[in-house]
Each structure stands twice: as structure tokens, then as C-alpha cells.
């Protein structure tokens, strides 16, 4: 019989392969270029020239080839282009949820778990006695068939309705999200990049949720000077634009979206630099950049308090540290009764996560 069996442990055996760590760069490297594969692949050969990625085994030719047979870049055959695939773009999903919360797998639907015991998914350790109107799959028959035979003993067994246990499980609910991005001008002013962190939270989110919570639903709204909606696959290509702030089309947009959710649990997550700067009055922008303007201001307080009518949450990320908007988001939370972080970029991820996880453990009646 042959017992443990002991090798010399090999460091090098247990690194990633050279193509999987270009992969790694690679796919980082997509999100800051918005998608662009000709600009990222530029991005990592000058890379590779300073800090030698490559090696003469394998070199970005090696690279850029595999990245085409393994179906994460394809070519146009006329122009000559490189674009990303689905492939691609689930990746850049990945690489954002590994950063932001670490490995997750995937597990059973509807996973958002409550402290109300019930007739729900999982079962836990409780048991009680039957009660009229509680179902045949609930019976926990080892306990019953226990107790029948401590009243009645093994040689008249018999199991009446006092002997049936039940055991419990609990709820497990689902929760309807829309995440609101602010894409105006501001959010790559000032020398400071703030949309790319931004996008890899929505991209680690969407991946959250359609890994983990697959009953969930996530839409994503952007908004500037309008507001709409866009697909989890356009996430890595998402860009900002020479817009203005209106906040009061992505929350009616939200709104609106949400509405036709049946799923009684919704929230609201937003992501923004800046105050709320226009309106879109009939076919007219209403704008103002200079202060707070109490117009566009009151229309943002007053979807607030709609959306605590409808029991809709609005959670504000603002990744900005300018003292007078406090007053602002101070005043726009309370009358929604939600909550507001002032997150700095590197954190971002960490609160929204944060507060995603522990929405799931709310008691749900």
C-alpha cells in the first residue's frame, strides 16, 4: 500500500501561463480604452517594451493570435480591425468582480436570504409541530416517525397528526436594481478619471448578480443631458460626453423601469460627481452649472419623495469631497429615506458591494 508521497515544491508550476497574464493586463487595459482592441493592444506592446512582459518563448504575436483562437479578439478581414467578442467582454466582467469582491461561483437562483422562516427554499435547523395548511414536503419524517414511536412504542406503531414536525426553511427573495451612471463632461475633468472606476463597478455588479443571483435583475441607466438605458455587454465601451447632469430624466427613467418589475423588492443605486445641472423642459435644456438651482434642485426632491412612496430606495454614491453639495444629497436622502456615501474612487466598489450583500438580509414580510 503506498502512503503519503512527498515531491519538491515547484514556485514556477503554480504561476498563471505566460498568456494568462498578458490576458490579465489585457483585459484591464479594455476597460480604460472603452472596448477599443487596436488602442489596448498599442497600450500593452509599449508596456511590453518597458517592462519586458513578453519573452523571446513567447512573444505579443504568440499573444494576439491565441487571444483570436481562443475566441476573445476577432479580425476584419478588409480593414483589418481588431475588436473584442462576448467572450471578451465577459472576461472584463470577471477580471472587475475578482477585483472589486473576490472569487464568487455560481450558485442556486434566487439567493437573497431573509430571516423569516417560512415555506421558502432552504431549510434550516428549526422544526415545530403541523399546523393546518402546511405542506407534504415540509415534514420532516425522521422527527415524526421519532416521536410516534416514544408515544405508542415500535410494536403498535402508528403516526398520528400530533407526532408530524415540520422543518423549517427560509424565504429567499429577489431584488430588482437599477443602477444610474453620470456620464456628464465632469466625470474626466479635472485630471481625475472617474468613470473607469464607474464602469468596473457595473461590470462586477452585473456579474454578481447574473453569477449568484440569477433571478435578480439589473438594469443600468446612464445619464447627461438625457438619460437611457444600456445592455450589460455595453458596459465596457460605455464613454462620457459633452453633457450636462440631469439627474431627474435617470431617476424617472429608473423609475419607470422598476415599475413594470413585479418583484416587490427594488432599489436604487447612483453613481455621480456633480450636482444636478438640467432639466429637459418640452423640446428645451434647462441648464445651470453655476450653484445649486433651486428649479433643477426641487424636481430632484420631489422624485425623491415618489420614489419612498413606492418603497423604492435610492442609495447615492457621490465621488466628490466639494462641502456645499452635501447639503444637497443630505437633503435629497432624507426625504427618501435612503442612503448616501461620499465614496472615494478606490472605495467605491467596496460600498456598493457593501451595501448590495446587506440589502439580502433584511426581513422581508
Not at 415555506?119 to 415545530?128: F, K, M
Not at 437599477?178 to 465632469?186: A, K, T, Y
Not at 453633457?243 to 418583484?263: I, Q, S, W
Not at 462641502?323 to 467596496?350: C, H, I, R
Request: include cysteine; charge should be neutral; proline fraction near 3%.
Amino acid at each position: 500500500m503506498i502512503g503519503h508521497r512527498f515531491i519538491r515544491f515547484n514556485p514556477d508550476a503554480q504561476q498563471k501561463s505566460k498568456f494568462e497574464q498578458l490576458l490579465d493586463v489585457f483585459t484591464q487595459l479594455l476597460t480604460y480604452t472603452n472596448g477599443d482592441a487596436s488602442e489596448a493592444l498599442q497600450w500593452l506592446n509599449e508596456l511590453d517594451r518597458q517592462y519586458k512582459l513578453s519573452d523571446e518563448d513567447y512573444g505579443m504575436g504568440d499573444f494576439i493570435d491565441d487571444l483570436k483562437n481562443n475566441g476573445y479578439l476577432q479580425e476584419d478581414p478588409q480593414s483589418g480591425q481588431y475588436s473584442i467578442t462576448g467572450k471578451s467582454e465577459q472576461a472584463i466582467r470577471k477580471k472587475s468582480l475578482e477585483e472589486i469582491f473576490g472569487k464568487l461561483k455560481k450558485s442556486r437562483q434566487g439567493n437573497h436570504q431573509t430571516f423569516k422562516p417560512g415555506q421558502g427554499d432552504e431549510q434550516n435547523s428549526d422544526t415545530r409541530p403541523y399546523r393546518f395548511g402546511d405542506m407534504l414536503e415540509q415534514i420532516d419524517f425522521t422527527e415524526s416517525i421519532r416521536n410516534a414511536q416514544i408515544s405508542r412504542g415500535v410494536e403498535q406503531f402508528s403516526m398520528h397528526e400530533d407526532d408530524l414536525q415540520i422543518r423549517e426553511s427560509d424565504f429567499k427573495t429577489q431584488t430588482s436594481t437599477v443602477l444610474m451612471i453620470d456620464i456628464s463632461h465632469s466625470m474626466i475633468l479635472y485630471g481625475e478619471d472617474r468613470i473607469t472606476p464607474a464602469k468596473k463597478v457595473a461590470m462586477a455588479l452585473s456579474e454578481l448578480i447574473t453569477t449568484k443571483y440569477p433571478k435578480d435583475t439589473l438594469d443600468i441607466v446612464v445619464f447627461g443631458n438625457d438619460a437611457w438605458s444600456i445592455e450589460i455587454k455595453d458596459l465596457p465601451y460605455l464613454q462620457v460626453g459633452p453633457y450636462h447632469t440631469n439627474t431627474v430624466a435617470g431617476l424617472e427613467l429608473a423609475m419607470d423601469l422598476l415599475r413594470r418589475r413585479k418583484n416587490p423588492n427594488k432599489q436604487i443605486f447612483m453613481i455621480t460627481d456633480g450636482k444636478p445641472t438640467c432639466l429637459k423642459i418640452g423640446g428645451r435644456y434647462y441648464k445651470n452649472s453655476f450653484g445649486l438651482d433651486r428649479k433643477v434642485v426641487n424636481r430632484c426632491i420631489n422624485l425623491a419623495a415618489q420614489c419612498k412612496k413606492l418603497k423604492i430606495p435610492i442609495t447615492t454614491f457621490m465621488i466628490a469631497s466639494d462641502p456645499y453639495l452635501q447639503s444637497f444629497v443630505q437633503e435629497f436622502t432624507e426625504m427618501n429615506n435612503g442612503k448616501a456615501y461620499f465614496a472615494s474612487l478606490d472605495k467605491l466598489g467596496a460600498f456598493i458591494f457593501k451595501d448590495f450583500e446587506s440589502g439580502k438580509r433584511k426581513t422581508v414580510y
